[in-house]
């Protein structure tokens, strides 16, 4: 039968055809999805080969200007953001190491990038040697030091950057010869003795490089803590090569304080508050993005709120927030009555309905329109483009929408999955939808935002960050 089926124009019986026409055509809208996204999964920086694989390992003899340590997981969401934001081209992908070199041609051609090649950077990479002092290098430091800087404070990577490691890169010399390392670093030049804190990928070479570094007390002064060293020395391992750099520690200064920025104490009118769970930093990092703006004049609308970071994220910038759950929320808020006057509450206000959306006619009623929906509920994305459609009458034209895509079983191929829910999402009369990982996501989680059009929709998906 097998054989029937494969070569249906040898055989002139009518059922032998019949199970052709029904059984090929099949196989094939099966596996066309499928081959489609594989061909835009593997978008990605360009490299220095022309490969267009983010997972191709770097040249031997490759002389990269930035080394990442980032996990896979991060990788492909790490390199769209620096792709759009940051001077950096990628050379190669090994055990977890990003090579990354500066872009040199787009800063001097005065384009967007031109603002990391200014300033005295240079002067942060220690002693120079003669071979660094001149323009074209001094350029290129600069924008090193200005990358990382920029990169240690970037709000939106603020959420993975704790798992991501930054090597800058000046210079290499052979494996396990200290004496050229300081030979090439001038540390004999340093009118005090230097001290340093190391840092390596993998990090087990830390222990094999810092017993070579002891053995030259007089040279170097190693120290494990940030807040006593006033270098960073940087090295990498590479095919018989140390990859290095000696720096000034005020470039990893806010990398470094990093965590106590994370937990730093958010601000709004009526008072002051610490984000309370993760969900907080997904709305901040779209808003980070520049998908939209809410301003003091917007009524917010957030189904699904409990414990409240969304509600938070809202609070801090919009005009009132209603808060629809059953669960209690973790936020400051004031209970829905009938008799409450939204006229007389404060800007920034929580509005907490304790109630499923079904049962809050009479508050969507009072607050509408919205000019803001947001939805992360942790239920399959049926049951959220349901709830949207529910609130839809009660939407402002231009509403600005994000809803969380979560996906409970395991899949190797996300995009068709997320083209469904913004076909319906179209349908429903949504349109500039724009679908992004975020850093903030989990791995099985998208997140889409679009806004309510009354005019019908076009084709519009942007797949850019997913």
Not at 44 to 56: C, Q, R, V
Not at 299 to 323: S, Y
Not at 332 to 360: C, W, Y
Not at 424 to 430: A, D, V, Y
Request: with cysteine; aromatic share 10%.
């Amino acid at each position: 039968m097998s054989e029937k089926v494969e070569n249906p124009l040898m055989h002139s019986t009518t059922s032998t055809r019949k199970v052709a026409e029904e059984e090929q055509p099949t196989k094939k809208m099966k596996n066309k999805p499928f081959q489609n996204f594989q061909k835009q999964e593997k978008t990605s920086l360009p490299s220095k080969n022309g490969s267009n694989s983010e997972k191709a390992p770097p040249a031997i003899d490759v002389e990269p200007h930035i080394i990442f340590r980032v996990t896979t997981h991060h990788l492909s969401r790490f390199l769209k953001w620096v792709k759009r934001t940051y001077p950096l081209e990628s050379v190669g992908y090994n055990d977890e190491m990003l090579f990354t070199r500066i872009q040199s041609d787009s800063i001097k051609k005065g384009r967007k990038y031109e603002r990391f090649s200014m300033g005295d950077g240079w002067k942060l990479f220690g002693i120079l040697s003669e071979k660094d002092k001149t323009e074209e290098r001094k350029s290129i430091l600069n924008a090193i030091a200005n990358v990382i800087e920029e990169m240690c404070g970037d709000g939106v990577m603020s959420v993975c950057l704790g798992m991501i490691r930054m090597f800058p890169v000046v210079g290499s010399c052979e494996e396990n010869n200290v004496q050229q390392l300081f030979q090439n670093l001038n540390i004999q030049e340093y009118k005090e003795k230097p001290s340093a804190r190391m840092q390596s990928a993998p990090k087990k070479y830390e222990l094999e490089v810092g017993d070579l570094l002891l053995l030259h007390p007089d040279i170097i002064n190693l120290t494990p803590r940030f807040e006593d060293c006033s270098y960073m020395l940087n090295f990498i391992p590479w095919k018989g090569r140390w990859l290095y750099s000696f720096c000034d520690k005020k470039i990893f200064d806010s990398f470094f304080n990093q965590k106590a920025q994370l937990m730093e104490t958010h601000t709004k009118d009526n008072g002051a508050f610490t984000p309370i769970c993760r969900a907080y930093y997904k709305l901040n990092e779209v808003l980070l993005r520049d998908t939209f703006e809410i301003t003091k004049d917007m009524a917010c609308i957030d189904v699904g709120a409990a414990p409240g970071g969304w509600v938070q994220t809202l609070a801090q910038r919009g005009k009132v927030v209603l808060a629809v759950d059953p669960a209690e929320l973790q936020v400051p808020n004031i209970p829905f009555t009938k008799e409450m006057d939204p006229l007389t509450l404060d800007v920034g206000s929580v509005v907490h309905v304790r109630d499923r959306l079904q049962n809050a006619t009479d508050a969507l009623k009072m607050f509408a329109p919205f000019q803001v929906f947001v939805c992360d509920m942790n239920v399959e994305i049926k049951f959220v483009l349901a709830l949207l459609n529910d609130c839809k009458e009660y939407l402002a034209e231009g509403c600005h929408t994000v809803v969380t895509v979560k996906m409970f079983k395991k899949t190797k191929f996300f995009l068709p999955i997320v083209r469904e829910v913004q076909d319906q999402m179209r349908s429903m009369g949504f349109g500039n939808l724009r679908a992004m990982h975020l850093f903030s996501n989990k791995k099985m989680e998208f997140t889409i935002v679009a806004t309510k059009q009354t005019t019908p929709v076009v084709c519009d998906i942007t797949e850019e960050d997913v």
